[in-house]
Protein backbone atom coordinates (compact mmCIF):
# COMPACT_ATOMS: atom_id res chain seq x y z
CA UNK A 1 0.00 0.00 0.00
CA UNK A 2 1.22 3.22 -1.23
CA UNK A 3 1.50 5.43 2.31
CA UNK A 4 2.84 8.47 3.83
CA UNK A 5 2.85 8.30 7.68
CA UNK A 6 4.16 11.74 9.69
CA UNK A 7 5.21 12.04 13.21
CA UNK A 8 7.36 14.86 15.76
CA UNK A 9 4.71 16.86 15.70
CA UNK A 10 3.53 18.33 19.59
CA UNK A 11 3.32 21.40 21.63
CA UNK A 12 6.44 23.79 21.50
CA UNK A 13 7.14 27.07 23.01
CA UNK A 14 8.01 30.41 20.52
CA UNK A 15 11.18 30.57 19.55
CA UNK A 16 11.59 26.57 20.12
CA UNK A 17 12.20 23.82 17.70
CA UNK A 18 11.05 20.49 15.92
CA UNK A 19 11.72 18.40 13.37
CA UNK A 20 9.41 16.45 11.62
CA UNK A 21 9.61 13.29 10.05
CA UNK A 22 7.31 11.38 6.69
CA UNK A 23 7.97 8.06 6.42
CA UNK A 24 7.53 6.33 3.07
CA UNK A 25 6.61 3.20 2.05
CA UNK A 26 4.97 1.16 -1.12
CA UNK A 27 6.65 3.18 -4.04
CA UNK A 28 10.32 3.66 -4.99
CA UNK A 29 10.73 7.34 -2.30
CA UNK A 30 14.01 7.81 -4.22
CA UNK A 31 11.82 8.41 -7.39
CA UNK A 32 10.08 11.37 -6.41
CA UNK A 33 9.80 15.62 -4.96
CA UNK A 34 8.52 15.79 -2.12
CA UNK A 35 6.95 18.14 -0.46
CA UNK A 36 5.50 19.88 3.10
CA UNK A 37 2.20 21.35 2.87
CA UNK A 38 0.88 22.95 6.37
CA UNK A 39 -2.88 24.10 7.39
CA UNK A 40 -3.53 26.18 10.22
CA UNK A 41 -6.75 25.44 12.39
CA UNK A 42 -9.74 26.79 10.21
CA UNK A 43 -7.46 28.18 7.28
CA UNK A 44 -6.61 27.00 4.07
CA UNK A 45 -4.17 24.91 2.52
CA UNK A 46 -0.18 26.60 2.28
CA UNK A 47 2.78 24.94 0.96
CA UNK A 48 5.80 25.57 2.76
CA UNK A 49 8.94 23.40 0.76
CA UNK A 50 10.09 21.04 -1.46
CA UNK A 51 12.83 18.89 -1.95
CA UNK A 52 14.45 17.00 -5.20
CA UNK A 53 14.58 13.56 -5.35
CA UNK A 54 18.38 13.35 -4.76
CA UNK A 55 17.92 15.96 -2.25
CA UNK A 56 20.05 18.59 -4.21
CA UNK A 57 17.59 21.24 -4.78
CA UNK A 58 14.69 22.48 -2.57
CA UNK A 59 12.94 25.48 -2.34
CA UNK A 60 10.35 26.95 0.70
CA UNK A 61 8.08 29.54 0.97
CA UNK A 62 8.91 33.07 1.92
CA UNK A 63 7.36 32.71 5.60
CA UNK A 64 9.72 29.77 6.55
CA UNK A 65 12.98 30.63 4.54
CA UNK A 66 15.92 30.76 7.38
CA UNK A 67 13.67 28.81 10.25
CA UNK A 68 12.59 25.60 8.23
CA UNK A 69 14.88 23.15 6.28
CA UNK A 70 13.89 20.32 4.08
CA UNK A 71 15.79 17.02 4.01
CA UNK A 72 15.49 13.17 2.75
CA UNK A 73 17.27 10.11 3.17
CA UNK A 74 16.36 8.01 0.85
CA UNK A 75 17.70 4.81 1.76
CA UNK A 76 15.76 5.08 5.27
CA UNK A 77 12.85 6.47 2.91
CA UNK A 78 11.71 9.38 4.89
CA UNK A 79 11.52 13.09 4.53
CA UNK A 80 12.09 16.07 7.23
CA UNK A 81 11.10 19.16 8.60
CA UNK A 82 13.64 21.21 10.78
CA UNK A 83 11.76 24.03 12.20
CA UNK A 84 13.44 26.75 14.30
CA UNK A 85 12.97 29.95 15.90
CA UNK A 86 8.98 28.76 15.69
CA UNK A 87 6.17 31.39 16.04
CA UNK A 88 2.50 31.18 17.01
CA UNK A 89 1.54 31.76 13.21
CA UNK A 90 3.57 28.36 12.53
CA UNK A 91 0.71 26.68 14.29
CA UNK A 92 -0.77 24.06 11.75
CA UNK A 93 -1.61 20.64 10.68
CA UNK A 94 1.59 19.74 8.70
CA UNK A 95 1.16 17.51 5.86
CA UNK A 96 4.22 15.78 3.78
CA UNK A 97 2.44 14.78 0.65
CA UNK A 98 4.38 13.00 -3.02
CA UNK A 99 4.67 15.49 -5.90
CA UNK A 100 3.65 12.48 -8.51
CA UNK A 101 4.57 14.49 -11.58
CA UNK A 102 7.07 16.63 -10.46
CA UNK A 103 4.95 20.06 -11.48
CA UNK A 104 2.89 19.89 -8.27
CA UNK A 105 0.52 17.55 -8.66
CA UNK A 106 0.48 16.31 -5.03
CA UNK A 107 -1.36 12.62 -5.54
CA UNK A 108 -0.05 11.13 -2.07
CA UNK A 109 -0.58 13.05 0.96
CA UNK A 110 0.17 11.48 4.77
CA UNK A 111 -2.46 12.02 7.69
CA UNK A 112 -0.89 15.21 9.19
CA UNK A 113 1.04 15.92 12.11
CA UNK A 114 -0.08 18.40 14.57
CA UNK A 115 2.35 21.61 15.69
CA UNK A 116 0.97 23.64 18.31
CA UNK A 117 3.20 26.74 19.14
CA UNK A 118 2.30 28.25 22.39
CA UNK A 119 3.59 29.45 25.52
CA UNK B 1 3.44 35.31 -2.56
CA UNK B 2 -0.19 35.56 -2.25
CA UNK B 3 -2.57 33.32 -2.36
CA UNK B 4 -5.23 32.11 -5.46
CA UNK B 5 -8.38 33.80 -5.34
CA UNK B 6 -11.52 31.53 -4.69
CA UNK B 7 -14.67 32.19 -3.52
CA UNK B 8 -15.69 31.56 -0.34
CA UNK B 9 -18.20 28.87 -1.18
CA UNK B 10 -21.44 28.00 -3.32
CA UNK B 11 -23.77 25.60 -2.96
CA UNK B 12 -26.93 23.28 -5.11
CA UNK B 13 -28.85 20.88 -5.25
CA UNK B 14 -28.19 16.89 -5.90
CA UNK B 15 -27.79 16.27 -9.32
CA UNK B 16 -27.46 19.76 -10.14
CA UNK B 17 -23.65 21.25 -11.67
CA UNK B 18 -21.65 24.04 -9.85
CA UNK B 19 -18.11 25.50 -10.78
CA UNK B 20 -15.45 26.85 -8.98
CA UNK B 21 -13.31 29.63 -9.99
CA UNK B 22 -9.60 30.41 -9.00
CA UNK B 23 -7.91 33.61 -10.30
CA UNK B 24 -4.63 34.53 -9.98
CA UNK B 25 -1.98 36.02 -12.29
CA UNK B 26 0.22 35.92 -15.53
CA UNK B 27 3.17 34.54 -13.27
CA UNK B 28 0.91 31.41 -11.68
CA UNK B 29 -2.45 30.16 -13.47
CA UNK B 30 -1.91 32.12 -16.63
CA UNK B 31 2.07 31.21 -16.87
CA UNK B 32 1.61 27.63 -16.83
CA UNK B 33 -0.49 24.60 -17.28
CA UNK B 34 0.38 22.93 -13.79
CA UNK B 35 -3.08 23.59 -11.98
CA UNK B 36 -4.30 21.34 -9.79
CA UNK B 37 -7.36 21.15 -7.48
CA UNK B 38 -7.90 19.26 -4.40
CA UNK B 39 -10.78 18.14 -2.21
CA UNK B 40 -10.63 18.55 1.28
CA UNK B 41 -13.32 16.32 3.77
CA UNK B 42 -13.02 18.14 7.25
CA UNK B 43 -10.50 16.13 9.61
CA UNK B 44 -9.16 14.70 6.54
CA UNK B 45 -5.95 15.31 3.83
CA UNK B 46 -6.44 16.50 0.38
CA UNK B 47 -7.26 14.27 -2.46
CA UNK B 48 -6.32 15.49 -5.78
CA UNK B 49 -8.95 15.38 -8.39
CA UNK B 50 -7.47 17.41 -11.37
CA UNK B 51 -4.07 18.32 -12.50
CA UNK B 52 -2.39 19.85 -15.63
CA UNK B 53 -5.99 21.98 -15.78
CA UNK B 54 -8.09 19.08 -17.19
CA UNK B 55 -6.43 15.67 -16.49
CA UNK B 56 -8.14 13.43 -13.78
CA UNK B 57 -6.25 10.81 -12.20
CA UNK B 58 -7.75 7.09 -12.20
CA UNK B 59 -10.11 7.22 -9.86
CA UNK B 60 -11.63 10.40 -9.97
CA UNK B 61 -15.05 10.32 -11.44
CA UNK B 62 -15.87 12.42 -14.76
CA UNK B 63 -18.42 13.90 -12.97
CA UNK B 64 -15.17 16.68 -11.99
CA UNK B 65 -13.79 18.50 -14.68
CA UNK B 66 -11.11 21.24 -14.92
CA UNK B 67 -10.51 24.16 -17.67
CA UNK B 68 -8.61 27.22 -17.83
CA UNK B 69 -8.96 30.72 -19.27
CA UNK B 70 -6.28 33.67 -19.11
CA UNK B 71 -5.42 33.76 -15.51
CA UNK B 72 -8.30 32.02 -14.27
CA UNK B 73 -9.13 28.28 -13.50
CA UNK B 74 -12.09 26.31 -13.16
CA UNK B 75 -13.40 23.74 -11.39
CA UNK B 76 -17.12 21.95 -12.56
CA UNK B 77 -18.67 19.34 -10.72
CA UNK B 78 -21.30 18.09 -12.26
CA UNK B 79 -24.78 15.67 -10.81
CA UNK B 80 -23.84 17.27 -7.47
CA UNK B 81 -23.92 14.38 -4.60
CA UNK B 82 -24.03 14.70 -1.24
CA UNK B 83 -20.84 13.76 -0.45
CA UNK B 84 -19.43 16.17 -2.46
CA UNK B 85 -19.65 18.23 0.46
CA UNK B 86 -16.04 19.37 1.16
CA UNK B 87 -13.53 22.20 1.11
CA UNK B 88 -11.91 22.49 -2.54
CA UNK B 89 -8.68 24.43 -3.30
CA UNK B 90 -6.83 24.94 -6.45
CA UNK B 91 -3.04 24.91 -7.09
CA UNK B 92 -0.76 26.37 -9.28
CA UNK B 93 3.05 26.51 -10.31
CA UNK B 94 4.24 30.25 -9.71
CA UNK B 95 7.29 30.43 -11.71
CA UNK B 96 8.96 33.59 -9.65
CA UNK B 97 12.26 33.51 -8.45
CA UNK B 98 12.53 31.14 -6.62
CA UNK B 99 9.74 29.57 -7.64
CA UNK B 100 6.74 27.89 -5.60
CA UNK B 101 3.39 26.42 -4.99
CA UNK B 102 0.48 28.59 -4.28
CA UNK B 103 -2.63 27.22 -3.15
CA UNK B 104 -5.92 29.13 -3.69
CA UNK B 105 -8.30 30.75 -0.35
CA UNK B 106 -10.54 27.59 -0.52
CA UNK B 107 -13.96 27.17 -1.78
CA UNK B 108 -17.07 25.40 0.53
CA UNK B 109 -19.20 23.54 -1.55
CA UNK B 110 -22.48 22.65 -0.07
CA UNK B 111 -25.04 20.36 -1.03
CA UNK B 112 -28.26 21.71 -0.42
Known amino acids: EVQLVESGGGLVQPGGSLRLSCAAS????????MNWVRQAPGKGLEWVAN????????YDVDSVRGRFTISRDNAKNSLYLQMNSLRADDTAVYYC????????????WGQGTVVTVSS | QSALTQARSVSGSPGQSVSISCTGT?????????VSWYQQHPGKAPKVLIY???KRPSGVPDRFSGSKSGNTASLTISGLQADDEADYYC????????????FGTGTKVTVL
Open chain 1, 97 to 108: ARDGRATGVFDI
Open chain 1, 26 to 33: GFTFSSYW
Open chain 1, 51 to 58: IRQDGGQT
Open chain 2, 26 to 34: SSDVGGYNY
Open chain 2, 52 to 54: DVS
Open chain 2, 91 to 102: CSYVGSNPPFYG
